[in-house]
């Protein structure tokens, strides 16, 4: 996984969709936030592409930002589209496929 750590420059307006880019067979991410209290980093994901299930021990919110993901959350399928947000809580076994390449944003909260 190719992966920046470049943080938002203050008082300008993004588009999020925009601020990473797709790479061929590749999941590509984006820190904009590495708190102590929490996280958000932007993926963008190739085709074909995922992330094997693990845990957090902390709830996540995905936020499809293009196209339509899959995430796997305790073993049920969630294919959320552009636009939706999906809650992953804490604990619970999940991953994250790209049946067609998407982008997300994924916000952690620590606490």
Do not use: W
Not at 32 to 44: C, E, R, Y
């Amino acid at each position: 996984m190719s992966k920046t750590a470049e943080p938002m420059a203050p008082a300008q307006a993004v588009s999020l969709a925009e601020y990473v880019q797709y790479a061929a067979g590749s999941i590509v991410s984006r820190a904009l936030v590495q708190k102590p209290v929490g996280s958000i980093t932007l993926f963008a994901f190739d085709a074909g592409q995922g992330l094997n299930e693990h845990t957090a021990p902390y709830d996540a919110y995905v936020q499809i930002l293009d196209g339509e993901g899959e995430v796997v959350i305790g073993g049920q399928i969630v294919n959320p589209k552009c636009g939706e947000t999906v809650l992953i809580p804490a604990n619970v076994p999940h991953a994250v496929n790209a049946r067609q390449r998407f982008k997300m944003l994924l916000t952690m909260i620590r606490g």
